[in-house]
């Protein structure tokens, strides 16, 4: 079953071996795949750290790696896993730590559904907060479970967004798992802080992805206008605010909003 659920363009055996890659640091990015997740797994490829990329794809999650590898020779990983099966984090994640020590941990999986309170049906309900925010909570507890044990700290970055600070019609539910996830990270924080696990919340404003390809023009540039800078963030943007936070040590249970200034 290792085997089956792991994909990657090397042989397991070289991965496990390979000189360049063993003693390099280690970074789970769920929904690496595309988006913020992908600009964030460049980011940290270019810092010198060995990615190990989900998403619920073969061929996507492929084509990422393939990407990456381009960027060095480390041998950065990738593994289908669905965030909303527990069993499913149980096991990969065991499987990633027989790569070595998990030094960063980057929830980026989720998505957006939006409708008004009075349209939701259960199903979307249901699917919006376990991506996001059961998602979230099945991949750090499992996780943690390895820093501990592995006694070097750890950074784990979880992304929340303003609409879990702020509210936003037709993202009650949206706003709800979101938001959900700062309560639970600063808790991680306070609990973790003692083991030198760091646990921290990057709130994008809207970012030019996947995610927002649906608002309408005339919305779109409503909302640019109400951004100081007069636009919408990159994906890149957020993975400069996560290679701050995997590097600053003094920071724990803060959340960082990286909005251009919206005024929503
Ligand atoms: P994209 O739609 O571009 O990418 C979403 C990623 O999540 C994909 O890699 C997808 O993988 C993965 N994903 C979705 N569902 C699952 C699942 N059940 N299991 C595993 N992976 C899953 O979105 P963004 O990059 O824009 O969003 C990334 C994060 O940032 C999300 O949490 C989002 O809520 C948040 N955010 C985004 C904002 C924006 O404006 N774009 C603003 C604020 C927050 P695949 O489909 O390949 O399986």
Same mark, same amino acid.
């Given at each position: ?14 991965? !496990? ?103 939701? !049906? ?101 909302? !640019? ?40």
């Amino acid at each position: 079953e290792w085997y089956s659920r792991y994909y990657c363009t090397s042989e397991i055996s070289k991965i !496990k071996n390979s000189n360049n890659s063993s003693n390099k640091e280690i970074a789970v990015i769920t929904g690496g795949t595309r988006g913020i997740g992908y600009a964030i797994s460049q980011k940290f490829a270019q810092n010198g750290i060995r990615c190990v990329i989900l998403g619920r794809n073969k061929e996507t999650i492929e084509n990422s790696i393939k990407n990456i590898m381009m960027i060095n020779d480390l041998e950065h990983v990738g593994m289908v896993c669905d965030v909303r099966n527990y069993g499913e984090t149980v096991n990969v994640c065991e499987n990633i730590s027989k790569l070595g020590s998990i030094n960063y941990l980057i929830n980026a999986a989720g998505i957006s559904s939006d409708n008004l309170v009075v349209k939701l !049906k259960e199903q979307e309900i249901n699917n919006i907060i376990q991506t996001n925010l059961l998602g979230t909570i099945f991949m750090c507890n499992n996780i943690v479970k390895y820093m501990i044990k592995q006694k070097q700290g750890g950074c784990i970055i979880n992304i929340s967004s303003v609409i879990g600070i702020d509210g936003n019609v037709g993202q009650s539910v949206y706003a709800a798992s979101k938001a959900g996830i700062i309560g639970y990270s600063k808790s991680l924080a306070k609990e973790l802080g003692s083991r030198n696990i760091r646990v921290n919340i990057i709130a994008p404003g809207f970012i030019e992805t996947d995610m927002i390809s649906e608002i309408p023009e005339n919305k779109k540039e409503i909302i !640019k206008s109400n951004t100081a800078l007069n636009r919408f963030g990159k994906p890149e943007d957020i993975a400069d605010a996560a290679s701050y936070l995997a590097k600053a040590q003094f920071v724990t249970g803060q959340i960082l909003i990286v909005d251009g200034c919206l005024n929503i």
